[in-house]
């Protein structure tokens, strides 16, 4: 096979002018998967695989037989894409025709037009790992020139899953912290309710939010909001 094309230089920059905090996880690893098929010599289909509590899904693909090559090893519960995922590797398929780690798989591929394929994992081990997939028609169509360029794609496909995941960590995190912000926000109201009520101190009135948490089975912020919004409405009459 032939080096890959020149513009692989070309495509490498307009993934870098991706601003990964504006673009959402599924367009960037379109756009990688897009750009992989366009840099390559020969003809190809491209796929990227996202395993997330085992269970795999094809987040891009560039035509129905990539998609269909990767859903056929999330059926079987194996196969090249898979174990690239989990592993972190690059697995080769040079020639379906002689494969005998897939052999289902490797006979519905050949049926289906493909001669040989490569999966490179994406370099990440979270709760999400991840694949990119390259499918040709012809046995024997990626050397060890193509490989390196699919390691530079997948490594930036990395980057931009990592990204989402730390968006999504972030977010979460944010938001339980404001979930925890109003949950003590609603407990203090309700504790100076019960000051004013009983003339007790602060401790006294949070062990009689206690008691009646425990009572009623249940959660204290639930009493302490129960509390308030008794007292609004009769405010408010």
Known sequence: MTHPSTDAADAFAELGRIKLGEVGLDDVLQRVAELAKRVLPVPVGVSVTLVRGGTGHTAAFTDDVARDMDERQYAQGGGPC???????????????????????WAEQGRK?????SVSVGLPIQEAVVGALNV???TP???????????????????????????????????RQMQEAMASRAVIEQAKGIIMGEHRCTPTEAFAILSKTSQDSNRKVRDVAQALVDRATGTSRS
């Open 135 to 137: 499918y040709a028609h």
């Open 140 to 174: 024997h169509a990626f050397d060890d020139d193509a490989v390196a360029v699919l390691e530079t794609f997948a490594a930036y496909a990395a980057v931009a899953l990592a990204n989402a995941q730390l968006y999504d960590s972030t977010a979460t995190l944010a």
């Open 82 to 104: 898979l174990d690239a995922a989990a592993s972190g590797s690059v697995l080769s398929v040079p020639d379906l025709g002689a494969e005998d780690r897939w052999p289902d």
């Open 112 to 116: 289906a037009g493909v001669g040989s």
